[in-house]
């Protein structure tokens, strides 16, 4: 069983920065990849980055590649998004999730992962 808490979200103007925490409880965090997902009002939920568990491998979504950064603490239990120069479109829910399995080859599928959080409010306005 995993735990996961995001928190971090808030209401920014256009190029501002945020960092996003994932505060997780349960299982060693060390153990398992961790993703950030979103979901815009209408939208399906989408991937944003993902972080091997050695903290060796990250990969980003297109969209967020040179802007958003991924980390985590293991010694901390807790992944964090930062989040540069923000575009409205960034606007969503924001949820990291734990990835038990840990098959990097699969880490931006939704699927792939095991427990979610309840997601942090981000709001970036023009």
């Known amino acids: 069983q995993v735990q996961l808490v995001e928190s971090g979200g808030g209401l920014v103007q256009a190029g501002d920065s945020l960092r996003l925490s994932c505060a997780a409880s349960?299982?060693?965090?060390?153990?398992?990849?961790i993703g950030w997902f979103r979901q815009a009002p209408g939208k399906e939920r989408e991937f944003v980055a993902a972080?091997?568990?050695?903290?060796?491998?990250?990969i980003y979504a297109d969209s967020v590649k040179g802007r958003f950064t991924i980390s985590r603490d293991n010694a901390k239990n807790t992944a964090y998004l930062q989040m540069n120069s923000l575009k409205p479109e960034d606007t969503a829910v924001y949820y990291c999730a734990a990835d038990l399995n840990s098959r990097w080859s699969r880490a931006s599928s939704q699927a792939e992962y095991d427990y979610w959080g309840q997601g942090t409010q981000v709001t970036v306005s023009t």
């Open positions: 972080i091997s568990r050695s903290t060796i491998s990250t």
């Open positions: 349960g299982r060693t965090t060390s153990t398992y990849n």
